[in-house]
Each structure stands twice: as structure tokens, then as C-alpha cells.
């Protein structure tokens, strides 16, 4: 971005000073741009200050701050702005000030929140005091900006006309020496305070180059209303916007993120179980529409606490990890694996019939059971699993908590002959469901009894 906005504005140097003549609907267009880039980001900055406390987000809202009553004050004294004839056009010189109070000061502010501060500062405000730190900070950076345009106005008279007509020379000659120089300290400065944030504060550097280059372009073109003093005002609203933009798309990053930790496990990619309690009721309702049947397959790692216990938590990670491309690798698309908490898994095979759903738990099966990860002391760690199987179809599809009562069921029966072993609920007889004094329902309360297993 930075480099096409350089580019841009060399590109329109050669041709700057090619008169266009006066457009009324332009700066007005620009000014309600702007103020609505203004609002939005005092806003958001302010709530993201309200959130996590970062003094220099809520120094940055006030740039903004001040940005919107330097444009305002821009826009009353710009003839045409607002009124052929302005009431801050005391004279004919006004609206340059204040021009060059906006695009001095807007990069000054931003220096200032993005300097390198010293670490011993305290960056961070106490929740409690959040709310009354941002109306005084941003109310005092307001404050400042009307006593400055108070200042200009009351001595307007005294005050050297920077623009003759259409010629800016004066302007150039007078204010460029000074304004430059600290919008280019302000740049560096906050290309150092933000080399190593990862937000969209990163773009604030970028605002103040476009500031920079609607500088050079206004000093250099020497005339209003040229095609160099409109690409200036355009790049204008440019400035104003690209932090902003970054936010949104920040903002929408983040969202696209939530929603996916809402529904998928970090630590093995599968679904988790809010997930597949939300999609087993569909894909219940899909087979029930179809006339066909649904598999499910409940799997428990056998004696995982003692591998947690022996070998740390890091381990387990590992192994939950491959247990997790396990079970992506035997599903279809359409299928759902999901980890329903702790070392317990769901799988749900749709269209399945008996002898499908059980290949596929003997398949998963012999491949956890080849999982190897490295342990403590450099031992190898291996694992095997406990499976349970149903299948429902038909009528059976009427009752989603008792097909996961069957597959919980046939899991325990698993574990209770020896583990390492897929058991059907057909084979369990006399299973009026599992002992809670011996292990728990692993898809009704997962991690329950886990020091059984």
C-alpha cells in the first residue's frame, strides 16, 4: 500500500499543476468522507482501548479526535465547503491553516501514540478507570484542537495570507520548512514504535505516508484546483480510511476465528462436541428423509490417564493429536469425528450399514493401535482404543440420545472385556447400560471416571 501510494503520487507530480477548475460537490464529498472514517475510528479505537486498556490505542483515538475538529474547521472556513461564503472565512488565508493544522497535527498525534515509550511507562489503564481515562483523553485532545482553531481565529487579521487566489507559492515557502519535517519524524517514529505489532495499528505508518505524500503534492502543484491539489484530497480520505479499513477486516478475521474454535477442537482439528451435538440432529433428520441408516462409533483411549501421568501432558497432546488424523482419514466428507472431551471421540458414518460402520471401527482400531509417539526418558508410547457400535435406521432414527446410548453401551461392554477391541450393542447382552462405578457414559459426561480407564 505504501508503495503504491508513493508511486501514485509521483506518477500525478509531472501533470500536478494542469488546472481543473473549482468543483462545488468535491470538498464537501470529501469533508462527509472523512467524518464518517473520523467517527468510526474514534469508536472502534476507543472500545478497543476499553477492552484491553492499551494506552496507545486511546492516544490514537485522539488523533482522530483531532483530526475531526481540524476537518471542521477546514470545512467552515473553505469557501463552498459548507456556504459560498464561510463564517471562519475571516480572511481569505484561513483555510490553509487550518488545513495544515490537520495534516501537521494528525501525524504528530500519531508519533506520539506510536513513539517508543519507555518500558518503565505504564501502558496499561486498570478496568475500572477505562471509562473515565478515555472521555478525559479524548475530550482533552478535543479541547486542545478547539483552543488551537480559537487561536487561529482570533488572529486571523494579523496572520499572512498563505494562498493568492489560486496561487499556493506562499504556502509552500512559509509552511513546508516546518510541517515536512515533523510529519517525516512522525513517520520514522512510528515505523519503529510499530515494527513489532501484529494489529492493524501496523497501517497507522501508512496513514501518516499518505499525509506525506498529499503534502508534497499540494506544495509542489502550486495551485488550487489542480490535478495535483485534488489527487492531494483524495489521498486524503485515504489517510483517513486505511486504518479503519484495517480494523474491519481485522475485526473480521477475528470473527471467522471464534466461530471456528466454537466449533472445532484446537488440539486435533476434529469437531468438537458442541459441533456434534448441533450436526448429529441433522444428519439424523437427513437419513430419516432418505430411508437410510446412520453408524455411529464411540471410541474411548484405553489407560490415557496413565500415559498423561508417565510420560506429561505434552504426550498426551501428541497422542490425541494422531488420534485425531486417525479418525479425519477414515471419514468422509459428509461423516462427522468429533472429540467429545478428554480422550473421547464420536464418529457418525452416514448411509452405514452394520457391517460398514463396523470395518470402519476395526479400521480405526488397528491403526491407533499402530500410533507411536515419543515419551518420557525416549521410550516409545503406544496406545490402543475401546470402541462401541449401532446402527440405526427406520424408526430408530426417532430417538438421537438413545443412539448414543447404544454406542455407549457397546463401548462399555468394550472396556469391560479387556479393552483394544470393537464391541456391537447387538453383542451386549443384557447391557441395561453402563455402571457408573466402573465407567463413565462417554458421550454423556466426558472425562468423568477417567482414573478407571
Not at 16 to 43: E, K
Not at 151 to 180: E, Q
Not at 366 to 371: G, M
Not at 397 to 425: E, N
Amino acid at each position: 500500500m505504501s508503495g503504491v501510494t508513493v508511486l501514485a503520487s509521483a506518477a500525478v507530480l509531472p501533470w500536478g499543476a494542469v488546472a481543473l477548475g473549482p468543483s462545488v460537490s468535491f470538498v464537501p464529498a470529501m469533508i462527509g468522507i472523512v467524518t464518517v472514517f473520523d467517527v468510526l475510528s474514534v469508536y472502534l479505537l476507543v472500545g478497543d482501548y476499553r477492552d484491553g486498556g492499551d494506552l496507545r490505542l486511546l492516544a490514537m483515538a485522539s488523533a482522530y479526535a483531532w483530526s475531526l475538529v481540524a476537518m471542521s474547521a477546514y470545512a467552515l472556513a473553505f469557501p463552498g465547503a459548507v456556504a459560498t461564503d464561510p463564517p471562519f472565512a475571516l480572511t481569505a488565508s484561513m483555510a490553509p491553516y487550518f488545513y495544515l493544522a490537520w495534516h501537521g497535527g494528525f501525524p504528530f498525534l500519531l508519533g506520539l501514540a506510536w513513539a517508543p515509550w519507555p518500558h518503565r511507562w505504564n501502558r496499561r489503564t486498570p478496568a475500572p478507570a477505562r471509562l473515565r481515562t478515555a472521555v478525559a483523553v479524548t475530550s482533552g485532545a478535543v479541547g486542545l484542537a478547539l483552543v488551537m482553531v480559537l487561536l487561529l481565529l482570533v488572529n486571523a487579521r494579523s496572520l499572512p495570507a498563505l494562498i493568492v487566489g489560486l496561487d499556493t507559492s506562499r504556502m509552500t515557502t512559509f509552511t513546508a520548512p516546518v510541517v515536512v519535517p515533523v510529519v517525516v519524524v512522525s513517520l520514522l517514529v512510528i515505523a519503529l514504535g510499530t515494527r513489532e505489532r501484529t494489529g492493524p495499528e501496523r497501517w497507522t505508518a501508512v496513514a501518516v505516508l499518505v499525509c506525506l505524500c498529499d503534502l508534497a503534492l499540494t506544495y509542489t502543484t502550486h495551485t488550487r484546483f489542480s490535478l495535483g491539489w485534488y489527487a492531494g484530497r483524495t489521498l486524503t480520505i485515504l489517510a483517513a480510511g486505511v486504518v479503519v479499513m484495517a480494523m474491519q477486516q481485522a475485526f473480521r478475521t477475528l470473527k471467522t476465528q471464534a466461530q471456528l474454535d466454537a466449533r472445532v477442537d484446537v488440539l486435533t482439528g476434529l469437531d468438537n462436541r458442541r459441533e456434534a451435538c448441533a450436526r448429529l440432529p441433522r444428519m439424523v433428520a437427513h437419513a430419516r428423509h432418505r430411508g437410510t441408516s446412520l453408524g455411529i462409533v464411540a471410541l474411548d483411549l484405553d489407560h490415557f490417564k496413565t500415559i498423561n501421568d508417565v510420560h506429561g501432558h505434552e504426550t498426551g497432546d501428541l497422542v490425541l493429536r494422531a488420534v485425531g488424523r486417525v479418525l479425519g482419514d477414515c471419514c468422509r466428507f459428509h461423516d462427522l469425528a468429533a472429540r467429545m472431551g478428554g480422550e473421547e471421540f464420536l464418529l457418525v458414518l452416514d448411509d452405514a450399514d452394520t457391517e460398514g460402520t463396523a470395518a470402519v471401527a476395526e479400521r480405526v482400531r488397528r491403526l491407533v493401535a499402530q500410533i507411536r509417539v515419543p515419551g518420557h526418558g525416549g521410550l516409545e508410547v503406544a496406545l490402543t482404543a475401546s470402541l462401541g457400535t449401532t446402527v440405526a435406521s427406520g424408526p430408530d432414527l426417532d430417538d438421537v440420545p438413545s443412539l448414543l446410548d447404544h454406542a455407549d453401551r457397546a463401548l462399555y461392554a468394550a472396556k469391560a472385556g479387556g479393552r483394544d477391541r470393537v464391541v456391537d450393542v447387538r453383542d451386549v447382552d443384557g447391557a441395561d447400560g453402563p455402571d457408573p462405578t466402573s465407567a463413565s457414559s462417554v458421550l454423556a459426561t466426558p472425562g468423568a471416571a477417567a482414573a478407571n480407564r
